[in-house]
């Protein structure tokens, strides 16, 4: 394999700091509004520096106690999706990469067609299939 030149390699990285940070950066500004008074959430400009309250989050556990039980739902249903996914589509690539027929070039054209159409044409004929099968608001 070829060593790619110094500047190739730190453009690559540059690149890869820059799309971390433009996914890191919103979620940061939540985060830190988060811990600030409500009123200086709204500033302009907005000052960084401040002294950080969990006053928000005591407010949030008095006026709704269920909250932080439904973010632990949601934190386990999202833990278990993320694992299925990975491990079936580690699994499905292997088979893609490993095999070649008609049927698997069929089932990947498919695929890539089903991912052009929009979501709610997909879900919402999944929504009466997961009533019957009583997979609503389990995990």
Known sequence: MLEQPWHVRAMRYGLVAVACLWSL???LLVILASLQEPKAI???PPSLIFTPTFDNYVRLWTAWPGFFADLRNSLIVTTG???LTVIVSSAAGYVYARYSSTLL???AFFMVVVRM???IIITLPLFPVVNWLRLNDTH
Do not use: C, K, R, Y
């Open 105 to 107: 070039t069929l089932s």
């Open 117 to 119: 159409l929009p979501p």
């Open 81 to 83: 999706a993320t694992l």
């Open 25 to 27: 950066v919103p979620i």
């Open 42 to 44: 709204f500033e302009f």
